[in-house]
């Protein structure tokens, strides 16, 4: 069994930033990338960042210059470092992986979610 675990949503001022961690944990064989989605109200959820294994990173276009994903050294943790924050960033953010467990296939994994929430 795998589990996401995340931390770090919260309320914050328009141009704060805040940070979010995730993660992984269980009978993981490999990582193959571990991303950021986030799902605002009324709204399709939507990638915000990716990186691979091999540290290759994409950003959502909204949030390039702002944003910053990151791995652990034990590159099962994912960070978001956010900045600048806009009220258009508020939404439920989710943890994603792609992973391979011990003799089974590829899977994808999802996180409970944390809200960020951006308002004055």
């Known amino acids: 069994q795998v589990q996401l675990v995340e931390s770090g949503g919260g309320l914050v001022q328009p141009g704060g930033s805040l940070r979010l961690s995730c993660a992984a944990s269980?009978?993981?064989?490999?990582?193959?990338?571990m991303g950021w989605y986030r799902q605002a109200p009324g709204k399709t959820r939507e990638l915000v960042a990716i990186?691979?294994?091999?540290?290759?990173?994409n950003y959502a276009d909204s949030v390039k210059g702002r944003f910053i994903i990151s791995s652990g050294d034990a590159k099962n943790t994912v960070y978001l470092q956010m900045n600048s924050l806009q009220p258009e960033d508020t939404a439920n953010y989710y943890c994603?992986?792609?992973?391979?467990?011990?003799?089974?296939?590829?899977?994808?994994?999802w996180g409970q979610g944390t809200l960020v929430t951006v308002s004055s």
């Open positions: 990186i691979t294994r091999g540290g290759t990173t």
């Open positions: 269980g009978s993981i064989f490999s990582i193959e990338t």
């Open positions: 994603n992986t792609v992973l391979t467990i011990y003799n089974g296939p590829l899977e994808i994994h």
